[in-house]
């Protein structure tokens, strides 16, 4: 499902007011086209479209609710999120050691995890994250 449209079910479901904003920052996410933090949203689409802080906070905690947005469990000082949609479509690959991220595809992997089947367990989404060490980081 797109997430707009995962926007708009989630809002009507719970009874919950559309606003520009909420549509604005979605909207603002989806052209980033890469993984973010807080400090993105800060940093950039806060300043631009005049928004608060807290309201930042409030419209991701949503997001992250909804399924539309997927916090990464990646090393470092912020949080990683990335837009559900975008990150369904590839894996990710992690350095122990510089926290260096890759993203890589692997199609089979993918359709064998998503093909599991869980008793009494409703899988909504998953991620592949590979742990390791880079090249760079093995050649120093
Ligand atoms: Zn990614
Ligand atoms: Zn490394």
Not at 21 to 48: C, G, K, P, V, W
Not at 119 to 136: D, L, V
Request: net charge positive.
């Amino acid at each position: 499902m797109k997430s707009i449209e995962k926007l708009e079910k989630y809002l009507k479901e719970h009874e919950l007011r559309h606003t520009l904003e909420r549509t604005s920052m979605l909207e603002y996410i989806i052209q980033l086209d890469n993984h973010f933090s807080i400090n993105t949203l800060m940093n950039d689409f806060a300043t631009t479209h005049h928004i608060s802080k807290m309201s930042v906070y409030r419209n991701l905690e949503l997001f992250l609710k909804a399924g539309i947005v997927v916090m990464h469990p990646f090393p470092g000082d912020e949080i990683i999120y990335e837009l559900m949609e975008r990150a369904e479509t590839h894996s990710h690959r992690i350095c122990t050691l510089c926290g260096a991220v890759k993203e890589f595809h692997d199609a089979k992997a993918t359709k064998l995890l998503r093909s599991h089947r869980f008793k009494g367990f409703t899988m909504k989404s998953n991620h592949i994250y590979i742990y390791g060490i880079c090249s760079k980081c093995r050649d120093k």
